[in-house]
């Protein structure tokens, strides 16, 4: 199970960090993602990060503004986006690959197995 948190309503320029908390003891196992939707609009990749987090990548979109960072100790991924935009408007989700090995990163939805609830990221111009 997971857990997302963190999402508000902030204005352009300004900074939020999302968290994703996961219950479980293989939590360091997982690779781990998040992604979002916009109102209508699909949902897309923003970023994912691999087992012991020296792998990483991101969306063009955001590359430079958001970064992703995992606590194993602690079962949390989280999500620090700087510089914000309306175009970040979306409900964020984070996601977890439980099937995975050392190194390996994912970028489509359907590679992933769990799922949190997903938090709203409003931001206003």
């Known amino acids: 199970q997971l857990q997302a948190s963190g999402g508000g309503l902030v204005q352009a320029g300004d900074s939020l960090k999302l968290s994703c908390v996961a219950s479980?003891?293989?939590?360091?196992?997982?690779?781990m993602g998040w992604f979002r939707q916009a109102p209508g609009k699909e949902r897309e990749f923003v970023a994912v990060?691999?087992?012991?987090?020296?792998?990483?990548y991101y969306a063009d979109s955001v590359k430079g503004r958001f970064t992703i960072s995992r606590d194993n100790a602690e079962n949390t991924v989280y999500l620090q986006m700087n510089k914000l935009n309306p175009e970040d408007t979306a409900q964020y989700y984070c996601?977890?690959?439980?099937?995975?090995?050392?190194?390996?990163?994912?970028?489509?939805?359907?590679?992933?197995?769990?799922w949190g609830q997903g938090t709203l990221v409003t931001v206003s111009s």
């Open positions: 990060i691999s087992w012991g987090g020296t792998i990483r």
């Open positions: 996601a977890a690959r439980t099937a995975s090995v050392a190194g390996a990163v994912y970028f489509r939805d359907y590679d992933y197995d769990l």
């Open positions: 479980g003891r293989t939590f360091s196992r997982y690779t």
